[in-house]
């Protein structure tokens, strides 16, 4: 019987393509997967869902991962924001993300004509519970986003809903919802976007590298009790940071974020980064590092620190946003909240990642 012909082999992935792929692994896998899927920790959407890859715009991607979406556990990676990457370096990423997709699709451009006051009583019943409001995160991608609607035609919110995301949580909502529904959700979204973005946040200064490690070095050791043997609550570090116990607390988040706003006397410790870890003393001193996640990021900080024989060390529980909700000690730019300012529109009292 004649042999099965051998399959052509597998085309070479570019050099741009191969230099993303190692940059994502280091900056970005650790909440959207090794291989871009998502939801390997705080729900960080797929990066390369056929339907998002297929409409979304280069233009969207280069500012997602410059801008970040201040007051989430997505930081801004851009150098001139303090990140780690350079635009070149943003582009090879983004040149991972298309190798594994479908090509683009224009979509067709229609004219608005939805009403977003009914587009709000959709919204509330259908979506809230998954994307929040204005005022408030829900589970999975905040929709309440300047940087994110700034960046996004209508086109590629109707799509979205319409089609969903295949194999997530984003159901496609066409035949659920009609046209007219869909365009109404659409509309109510672009109010959200606000009149104009808000000016660039002030930065605070560039860690050094020679940051103090210990904070209060003469103070008494805290007692803590960890849940699960890792996690300290918010409560109990705050009132010992304010007795002044000797402890060290280490900023997994990216640099970028630290600028924006840590805890007084925090040391920046990058995930992806871990070199200052050799100037943490093991002597005992007790050694919380913290995120946004709150636990994926931190704990893998406190995992090293375990590896190299540090005996008391605790991922803070509630992460550094919820810190920030109750009021706690914080050195700030400010950041800005993860909505916006309440829709003077709005049916509801809103006191106020990701990618679509």
């Not at 995160?137 to 994110?148: D, K, P």
């Amino acid at each position: 019987a004649p042999s099965a012909p051998t399959p052509p082999p597998a085309p070479a992935m570019p050099p741009e393509v191969v230099a993303g792929r190692t940059a994502f692994a280091k900056y970005c896998a650790l909440c959207h997967g090794p291989a871009a899927r998502g939801y390997a920790a705080d729900n960080a959407p797929s990066l390369v869902n056929p339907t998002f890859l297929a409409t979304v715009e280069d233009s969207f991607l280069m500012a997602s991962i410059k801008e970040g979406r201040p007051g989430t556990a997505m930081a801004g990676y851009a150098r001139d924001l303090g990140g780690p990457l350079d635009d070149t370096q943003i582009q090879q990423v983004i040149a991972f993300l298309r190798w594994q997709g479908p090509a683009r699709q224009e979509l067709p451009v229609v004219a608005a004509s939805g009403d977003r006051g009914r587009g709000r009583t959709v919204y509330d019943q259908q979506c809230a519970k998954c994307h929040g409001t204005p005022g408030k995160r829900g589970e999975y991608l905040h929709l309440a986003q300047s940087i994110l609607l700034r960046n996004v035609t209508d086109a590629f919110l109707r799509h979205a809903i319409a089609v969903g995301r295949p194999g997530t949580p984003m159901v496609a909502w066409a035949g659920t919802l009609t046209a007219a529904q869909i365009e109404d959700v659409v509309a109510l979204l672009r109010s959200w976007e606000g009149v104009k973005p808000p000016p660039p946040l002030p930065k605070l200064t560039t860690p050094t590298g020679k940051e103090p490690v210990v904070l209060h070095p003469k103070g008494k050791a805290p007692a803590w009790k960890l849940r699960d043997a890792r996690f300290v609550a918010a409560d109990d570090v705050v009132k010992a940071y304010r007795q002044k116990r000797r402890m060290v607390l280490l900023d997994a988040r990216p640099a970028s974020d630290w600028m924006r706003m840590h805890i007084p006397g925090a040391v920046s410790v990058p995930h992806y980064d871990l070199s200052r870890l050799d100037d943490v003393p093991k002597d005992g001193t007790w050694v919380v590092a913290y995120c946004a996640c709150p636990h994926h990021a931190s704990g893998e900080v406190v995992d090293e620190l375990r590896r190299r024989g540090y005996k008391n060390t605790a991922v803070l529980d509630e992460g550094i946003l919820v810190w920030q909700q109750r009021g706690y000690p914080i050195t700030s730019s400010p950041v800005a909240p993860a909505g916006l300012k309440p829709d003077p529109h709005a049916g509801h009292d809103h006191s106020g990642h990701g990618h679509p």
